[in-house]
């Protein structure tokens, strides 16, 4: 058994709650390895004895869940309408250009994801923007490109 | 063996006096969703750091959320015996004068502090030249029963819980009230469900009572994918015991054998503190078999979900619990017949079910002395957008819209103009500024074509565009459409299109027809709410505000400039 195969086995099977079902399942994995490779989708249809058909209506239904390794870090702009009414839209632009991206997605070389959130709960602190889930109230478009920035820097240097 | 009640109680008080009354200050620092965000965690690493440095002995705690959210990073100093003294916007460089002037040298620093509170039964001296911060604009108009301890006691920590009269509601309807009994209280209160149809919550809960069947489920929705809605996860982080408590009363009123709390995967700090008190009240035995030592056994599961706006609908929900998609199913069969794995089923929101544990506390006739005419007790309004003080609020249902906006979150920021509300989450609906002379009851606001919905309202000043923000909603409900329904799947899809070609300025006479029937399709051909209310947004725009969308057809402009603006949305992830 691979290492990956290991560590989708030991995420399923460890599950402490009662009630276990595919989509329990396919969190636990997400969880633990950050997306859902096919190994995994095998091994939570055998688990909730359902098929790799059932598995996938279920992961492809639900967005915070990705089918390829993550990138290093998660960049996050709230898309919600209070952050929208204050400059998400600007906050978002800014992130593109430090990231050097045009829309949505991962960078190049695999050291950031960028995304849009529907809404990451901090409505009062609008605009609001999470680096690797740590929220961050009241950015700028320049204070955000900056973080993304440092965030780049930081990982050159060795933390 | 479980210790008694009233062991706990005691226990409870004992380390409470300690931590108000005890050896060393106390420092409380509000770490909710919002304090996160304006960098609460940073804060009270300094606080930690700078207790050290000085050689000063303080507890310090990190607490939920006071409302105030517009000035955090908010913490506050409670010497021994005396009251508590808050700072607002507080900054590292001011964490070393608080600590050595006041923590260590018991004066606090005026020219910094936002307010103090009143510590029931200090007889210290009131702070000189520092304000009452009850009589803040935001506090004035509350009245806390569900956010009675939110920004006061440690979420992680049961018995400040049960030092402030936690679980004592519980015991009553152990010890002194049968199961209908607890019902009646409910019944009596006029609670309503505080999720969006304000159903009253009492006979929704006497359908599962009356049904017979052994296993019967209670679940609380905590799902909370709203923009501009942050109450639920906001009592889970600030008071989760409150929440637990309350599922608890519910199934033993109803019967129920097991509670499921409902939570989005992602929201940490929310599911953690969930778990955390389920946890700790099974130590103390206020959950598991024979409670308390009566006949009533009952466990309670946190249980996640994917990101799916749709799986707060209450039949989605059941489904997602199931571990499927979350799409609504058919009724009849409704939850309470076939529900959850097909058992009898009761779905109520966080807010209702918090609002428990005092209604059984204090009897059903005290809270429907609170509120307006049908709509009984108080609405946790989350208040967001370009307003002065941004924050939650917990006032009485009767209050006026406009005292809301215009006193509680001091107006507008910056000397701009009300243009117009949205309330209620993106379901609701739009109010223009000359609407907001309403009176904030489930009834007189629908009537004005606005919900209570879930307790967000956004304001917007004169600076921001109709058309524009109309697109931001629908984008939103397009991307949450779950998909099962075409009326709304296409619908949404649709009306986002129409929308962006008017934002275009390349919008059609026939564009605003064209709407409405989309519009009326959606409702008449869908599931569940998503589709059916999913025009609101359009039309209550349209209502107030037809002439800007005219402008932007007819005259082919942008009155303020908005929609040329560069704009983005998440990749179509659930085609």
């Keep these: 058994m691979s290492g990956l195969e290991q560590r989708i086995q030991n995420a399923v099977h460890g599950q402490a709650q009662p009630t276990v079902t595919v989509l329990s399942s396919l969190l636990a994995v997400e969880d633990e390895l950050g997306y859902i490779p096919k190994e995994a989708l095998e091994e939570v249809a055998e688990f909730t004895h359902s098929t790799v058909n059932d598995v996938w209506a279920v992961a492809s239904f639900y967005p915070n869940f990705r089918f390829d390794p993550p990138a290093e870090h998660k960049v996050e702009v709230c898309w919600g309408a209070s952050c929208h009414l204050v400059g998400a839209m600007s906050v978002f632009k800014s992130v593109l250009e430090a990231a050097g991206m045009e829309d949505e997605g991962d960078t190049a070389d695999g050291r950031l994801t960028v995304k849009l959130n529907t809404c990451l709960g901090a409505c009062a602190h609008a605009p609001v923007m999470a680096v690797d889930h740590h929220l961050f109230g009241r950015v700028t478009p320049q204070s955000a490109a900056q973080k993304v920035i440092d965030g780049l820097q930081q990982d050159k240097h060795g933390k | ?575």
């Design chain 2, 1 to 575: 063996m479980a210790s008694s009640f009233l062991e706990i109680g005691h226990e409870a008080q004992l380390r409470w006096q300690e931590l108000v009354a005890g050896e060393k200050p106390w420092i409380r620092i509000g770490t909710a969703l919002c304090g996160e965000a304006a960098g609460a965690f940073e804060i009270a690493g300094d606080v930690e750091s700078e207790l050290e440095t000085q050689g000063v002995s303080a507890l310090v705690s990190k607490v939920g959320c006071l409302g105030l959210c517009f000035a955090e990073p908010l913490m506050d100093v409670q010497l021994p015996g005396g009251h508590r003294i808050f700072y607002g916007n507080v900054s590292s460089d001011d964490i070393p004068e608080i600590i050595s002037a006041h923590v260590s040298g018991g004066a606090p620093v005026v020219a910094r502090a936002l307010g103090y509170i009143q510590e029931a039964g200090s007889d210290a001296p009131l702070p000189d030249g520092i304000p009452d911060l009850n009589q803040h604009p935001m506090r004035i108009w509350e009245n806390r029963i569900v956010l009675r301890n939110a920004g006061n006691i440690d979420p992680l920590d049961i018995y400040q819980y049960v030092a402030n009269g936690g679980y004592r509601a519980l015991h009553k309807a152990l010890t002194d009230l049968d199961q209908n009994q607890t019902l009646e209280e409910v019944k009596a209160s006029g609670l309503r469900g505080r999720g969006g149809a304000a159903f009253p919550t009492a006979t929704k809960w006497s359908f599962l009572a009356g049904n017979p069947a052994q296993d019967k489920y209670v679940l609380c929705n905590c799902e909370e994918g709203d923009p501009g809605a942050f109450n639920d996860k906001n009592i889970l982080e600030s008071d989760p015991n409150t929440l637990v408590e309350g599922v608890i009363i519910a199934g033993y009123a109803t019967g129920a054998s097991k509670g499921y709390i409902f939570i989005r995967h992602g929201h940490d700090g929310p599911i953690e503190r969930c778990r955390t008190a389920i946890e700790q009240a099974r130590e103390l035995g206020f959950l598991g078999k024979n409670i308390l030592g009566s006949d009533f056994s009952y466990e309670i599961e946190v249980a996640l979900t994917g990101d799916s706006y749709v799986a707060g609908e209450e039949s989605a929900l059941m489904e997602a619990i199931e571990g499927k998609r979350a799409m609504p199913r058919f009724r009849p069969p409704f939850p309470a017949q076939f529900g959850l794995f097909g058992k009898p089923t009761n779905i109520n929101n966080v807010k209702t079910l918090s609002y428990v544990p005092e209604i059984v506390s204090n009897g059903g006739e005290w809270f429907a002395s609170i509120g307006h005419d049908t709509s009984t007790g108080t609405v946790i309004l989350c208040l967001s957008g370009n307003l002065k003080y941004t924050g939650m609020v917990e006032v009485p249902l009767g209050i006026n819209l406009k005292d809301v906006i215009f006193e509680a979150a001091g107006g507008m920021r910056d000397g701009k103009n009300l243009k117009f509300l949205q309330t209620g989450g993106p379901l609701g609906g739009v109010l223009g500024a000359d609407s907001i002379d309403v009176l904030l009851d489930f009834e007189i606001l629908r009537a004005a074509g606005a919900i209570v919905g879930s307790g967000g309202l956004i304001a917007a000043d004169d600076s921001v565009c109709i058309v524009d923000m109309t697109r931001s909603l629908i984008a939103f409900c397009q991307y949450e459409s779950c998909g099962k329904c075409f009326p709304c799947r296409m619908g949404m899809s649709h009306l986002l299109e129409v929308l962006e070609r008017i934002c275009r300025l390349e919008g059609t006479s026939d564009d605003l027809t064209l709407m409405r029937n989309i519009g009326e399709n959606m409702q008449a051909g869908s599931l569940c709410g998503h589709g059916q209310l999913g025009f609101n947004p359009v039309s209550s725009a349209l209502r107030y505000f037809g002439s800007e969308f005219d402008r932007h057809i007819s005259g082919h402009e942008c009155p303020t400039g908005t929609c040329s603006m560069p704009r983005y949305s998440p990749a179509l992830a659930r085609r």
